[in-house]
Nanobody, 121 residues
């Protein structure tokens, strides 16, 4: 099983970035993103149910970030708009095969390698 995330980089505040995460090796019921800023706890960002496409967002990104999936490519995308300096973090793609959607990072069995997003002020 592999989650290959990419798309991070440096952007000015107010700008946009798109992250992608391609899954291989097995199918999942949920995929999403967590992030961890320096000196802070890892936090939930967003998740999407593979069947039905229901989406879930942290309050801090609602209205600015959008998660989407491509079934054929087994890939999820995170479109990040109106980025703020406080969005600076390493973003991790996650996947799970459980029945529900959790906002706890300990509930996700599969993790990508992380991609750094830096938003300058």
């Amino acid at each position: 099983v592999q989650l290959q995330a990419c798309g991070g980089g440096l952007v000015q505040a107010g700008g946009s970035l798109r992250l992608s995460c391609a899954a291989s090796g097995r199918t999942f019921t949920t995929m999403g993103w967590f992030r961890q800023a320096p000196g802070k706890e890892r936090e939930f960002v967003t998740a999407i149910r593979w069947s039905g496409g229901s989406t879930y967002y942290a309050d801090s990104v609602k209205g600015r970030f959008a998660i989407a999936r491509d079934n054929a490519k087994n890939t999820v995308y995170l479109q990040m708009n109106s980025l703020k300096p406080e969005d600076t973090a390493v973003y991790y793609c996650v996947a799970d095969r459980g029945a529900g959607v959790s906002r706890l990072y300990t509930d996700y069995d599969y993790w990508g390698q992380g991609t750094l997003v830096t938003v300058s002020s």
